[in-house]
């Protein structure tokens, strides 16, 4: 298929007013409530799972959808979906958290210096008996990896993403958003990505962002806790950036390791079609299905090009 670099597509049944804060605010936000490309997969989910563009298809089963709202403008105390999250009560383990980042919530108001230190908790909306334990589990655990010594509470949702308000930062603490990363990688490579992704944020009308790790196949699994939940042996970032009619997508996918070196960010790139061959997730199912199929589909020059990261 032809490939227009980047894309440009008349998407208002889907992207009306996407940017724009004050209908960000919205539960749910993005626009139209009306899915456009209805998908099965999504009817055991929360309404907001069927349209928003964040979503990749769900598991279903035993996977359930926790969507956390929050204050997202301290001055104005108006609330959003902060971010959503799907939960494996099998697995006692997130698949994948996904989330919107655009200018009213990529603002910088609450300093995480306040916190005095950071405050970890359970998450409210899933049993705390299937969850890690918050201040000892992960730092007792001895890793299969020879370079580390215990692993760190590694945030999916970065904490520094969230800064619009304290009650959107605090969620970022909750455990169903922290995965089991040694040092040499949750404080590297990830938080190169981290960054690259806030860089990218502050460029587009609208970020729509699903991150996660590998749970499902016990060959990408790589190691357990000492309370035997899961330290995947993948991680991954799916990205899809809207400007004005402009859409783009792309992927991050990258082996959990603990060099003490990393190469390039371009290295670890990929588009989603590979990144969903990878991880058996469908990303931006919510996409009609011929706009979804061409912007999974970049090949890796073109993609490195529109990301910049040649």
Same mark, same amino acid.
């Given at each position: 298929?032809?490939?227009?670099?980047?894309?440009?597509?008349?998407?208002?049944?889907?992207?009306?007013?996407?940017?724009?804060?004050?209908?960000?605010?919205?539960?749910?936000?993005?626009?139209?409530?009306?899915?456009?490309?209805?998908?099965?997969?999504?009817?055991?989910?929360?309404?907001?799972?069927?349209?928003?563009?964040?979503?990749?298809?769900?598991?279903?089963?035993?996977?359930?959808?926790?969507?956390?709202?929050?204050?997202?403008?301290?001055?104005?105390?108006?609330?959003?979906?902060?971010?959503?999250?799907?939960?494996?009560?099998?697995?006692?383990?997130?698949?994948?958290?996904?989330?919107?980042?655009?200018?009213?919530?990529?603002?910088?108001?609450?300093?995480?210096?306040?916190?005095?230190?950071?405050?970890?908790?359970?998450?409210?909306?899933?049993?705390?008996?299937?969850?890690?334990?918050?201040?000892?589990?992960?730092?007792?655990?001895?890793?299969?990896?020879?370079?580390?010594?215990?692993?760190?509470?590694?945030?999916?949702?970065?904490?520094?993403?969230?800064?619009?308000?304290?009650?959107?930062?605090?969620?970022?603490?909750?455990?169903?958003?922290?995965?089991?990363?040694?040092?040499?990688?949750?404080?590297?490579?990830?938080?190169?990505?981290?960054?690259?992704?806030?860089?990218?944020?502050?460029?587009?009308?609208?970020?729509?962002?699903?991150?996660?790790?590998?749970?499902?196949?016990?060959?990408?699994?790589?190691?357990?806790?000492?309370?035997?939940?899961?330290?995947?042996?993948?991680?991954?970032?799916?990205?899809?950036?809207? @400007?004005? =009619?402009? &859409? #783009?997508?792309? +992927?991050?996918? %990258?082996?959990?390791?603990? *060099?003490? @070196?990393? =190469?390039? &960010? #371009?290295?670890? +790139?990929?588009? %989603?079609?590979?990144?969903? *061959?990878?991880?058996?997730?469908?990303?931006?199912?919510?996409?009609?299905?011929?706009?979804?199929?061409?912007?999974?589909?970049?090949?890796?020059?073109?993609?490195?090009?529109?990301?910049?990261?040649?």
């Amino acid at each position: 298929m032809k490939h227009l670099a980047p894309l440009f597509f008349a998407l208002a049944l889907i992207l009306v007013a996407c940017g724009d804060d004050e209908n960000e605010y919205k539960i749910g936000g993005g626009g139209t409530t009306t899915p456009v490309n209805p998908d099965p997969r999504q009817d055991n989910g929360p309404e907001i799972a069927k349209y928003s563009l964040e979503f990749p298809a769900l598991k279903g089963g035993k996977s359930e959808v926790i969507v956390h709202e929050a204050i997202i403008n301290s001055t104005t105390q108006k609330k959003a979906v902060n971010y959503s999250l799907e939960w494996d009560h099998d697995k006692k383990a997130t698949r994948w958290v996904c989330y919107k980042m655009y200018n009213a919530i990529n603002a910088s108001v609450w300093n995480r210096k306040n916190w005095g230190s950071d405050p970890w908790a359970y998450d409210p909306l899933v049993p705390s008996n299937e969850q890690q334990a918050t201040y000892s589990e992960l730092s007792k655990t001895k890793p299969v990896l020879a370079n580390s010594d215990y692993y760190q509470r590694g945030h999916i949702l970065a904490s520094a993403d969230r800064l619009s308000s304290k009650e959107a930062n605090e969620q970022t603490f909750y455990m169903t958003n922290i995965y089991p990363m040694v040092p040499n990688f949750n404080e590297a490579i990830w938080a190169n990505m981290e960054s690259r992704v806030r860089s990218w944020a502050g460029q587009a009308d609208t970020l729509f962002v699903c991150k996660g790790g590998t749970i499902d196949k016990d060959s990408d699994i790589l190691d357990r806790t000492i309370g035997n939940h899961i330290v995947p042996k993948y991680f991954y970032m799916a990205l899809l950036s809207k @400007s004005g =009619s402009k &859409l #783009k997508a792309m +992927a991050f996918f %990258i082996q959990h390791q603990d *060099n003490t @070196s990393w =190469s390039a &960010l #371009k290295n670890y +790139a990929v588009n %989603i079609a590979e990144l969903q *061959n990878k991880t058996g997730v469908d990303f931006f199912c919510n996409l009609p299905d011929d706009i979804e199929n061409e912007i999974e589909n970049v090949n890796k020059t073109q993609l490195l090009k529109d990301w910049n990261l040649n």
